[in-house]
């Protein structure tokens, strides 16, 4: 079974403490993920600190990603970066559609899927964030936002050749406060984004080519209740990231579950 550990260091680092955690989790977990044909670890640093962690994981088995994206290659866009800098950076991965920046910046599905569909021209593979808050939850609508920005994000999009679409399921409301919800409750969510998908693109694509993961407060103590769920197929990690010994031992709970 696939698995994903992915780390989003948000902007809690420095350059400097980036490129020591980076160096620290590569140098205890790059022989057994590059040995491991069905994980992958993936660090994403802030944009500014990407020269360094990509120093540091390049020829291993842990990868590179992006917090965010554009979704044109250039441009008079102040303050955002292309995918095409991804790209030259090492990149192989990219998070769009967060919470946080949906929350806090304003960004649409629209957006999201402009996004996506960028970074598929530029081989680097999404890393979708779907979820409700707690107000649509209580409502009654979480299906129905989980579908949507599912729907949303994918139209007209697949990935091709070796390209991979990771969607991470994060229900806003649980996100930094340390409290996971239930694996069967999670599990329930990522089967509703699997018959999404199915309904999107040929089954033999989903397989091959798409993954469903749990991300909002999950560290080493729950790990493995959610990777025990067979349509859970890893987790998009916050706060233990930034904790070298908490990600290493998810790491190795990823890989021994996988």
Not at 45 to 51: F, G, K, W, Y
Not at 55 to 82: C, M, P
Request: include cysteine; charge should be negative; aromatic fraction near 4%.
């Amino acid at each position: 079974m696939k698995r994903y550990l992915i780390a989003n260091w948000k902007m809690q680092l420095t350059e400097a403490e980036s490129a020591k955690l980076a160096a620290d989790i590569v140098k205890r977990i790059a022989p057994q993920a590059a040995a491991a044909k069905d994980f992958t670890a993936v660090l994403c640093p802030s944009h500014l600190a990407m020269d360094e962690v990509s120093d540091a994981v390049r020829g291993t088995g842990v990868a590179l990603g992006g917090q965010d994206t554009f979704w044109e290659d250039k441009g008079a866009y102040t303050g955002e970066i292309s995918p095409m800098t991804l790209k030259e950076n090492g990149c192989s991965y990219c998070i769009v559609g967060h919470s946080e920046r949906r929350t806090h910046l304003g960004e649409t599905d629209a957006m999201v899927h402009r996004k996506t569909a960028a970074l598929l021209r530029r081989d680097i593979n999404p890393i979708i964030c779907v979820g409700e808050t707690k107000a649509e939850r209580d409502a009654g609508k979480r299906d129905s936002v989980i579908i949507g920005q599912v729907r949303a994000a994918l139209d007209g999009l697949r990935p091709v050749g070796t390209q991979v679409v990771i969607i991470a399921y994060e229900p806003v409301w649980v996100i930094g406060t340390g409290q996971a919800v239930e694996p069967g409750d999670a599990a329930e969510a990522h089967n509703l984004i699997r018959e999404t998908l199915l309904e999107m693109m040929p089954a033999d694509v989903v397989e091959r080519q798409c993954s469903v993961i749990y991300g909002g407060s999950v560290d080493s103590k729950n790990l493995a209740s959610f990777l025990k769920m067979p349509v859970i197929e890893g987790a998009l990690v916050g706060g233990a990231s930034l904790n070298a010994d908490e990600f290493v031992r998810m790491s190795e709970l990823a890989m021994d579950l996988g």
